[in-house]
Nanobody, 126 residues
Framework: QVQLVESGGGLVQAGGSLRLSCAAS????????MGWFRQAAGRERDFVAA????????YYADSVKGRFTISRDNARNTVYLQMNSLKPEDTAIYYC???????????????????WGQGTQVTVSS
């Protein structure tokens, strides 16, 4: 059984930084694209970033491009999200999720992700 556990959320002032981690267990982590999503109160869960199984290719939502960086360490079965220049509108619960197996195309829909973590709260104060 695959389990994903996020950590690293918290309260930060606008302009600050946070680094989220997502530790995976079960399954073969290194074969799957991994993604980060976020859900603000009263809103849909939206795609944030994704990284291919090898770590060689990444993809970002326009709203975070240039500020967030996704990375992974397959030896540690962990994916990271470095968030810089945070804005109040980045406030949300952040989730990591397992994406498709060894696929070339980017899949940013929630429906293309089969396992999810419990989420970690990120709050950015103005």
């Amino acid at each position: 059984q695959v389990q994903l556990v996020e950590s690293g959320g918290g309260l930060v002032q606008a302009g600050g930084s946070l680094r989220l981690s997502c530790a995976a267990s079960g399954g073969t982590f290194s074969l799957y694209t991994m993604g980060w999503f976020r859900q603000a109160a009263g809103r849909e869960r939206d795609f944030v970033a994704a990284i291919k199984w090898s770590g060689s290719s990444t993809y970002y939502a326009d709203s975070v491009k240039g500020r967030f960086t996704i990375s992974r360490d397959n030896a540690r079965n962990t994916v990271y999200l470095q968030m810089n220049s945070l804005k109040p509108e980045d406030t949300a619960i952040y989730y990591c999720a397992r994406g498709p197996l060894l696929t070339a195309a980017w899949r940013t829909s929630k429906d293309d992700h089969d396992y999810w973590g419990q989420g970690t709260q990120v709050t950015v104060s103005s």
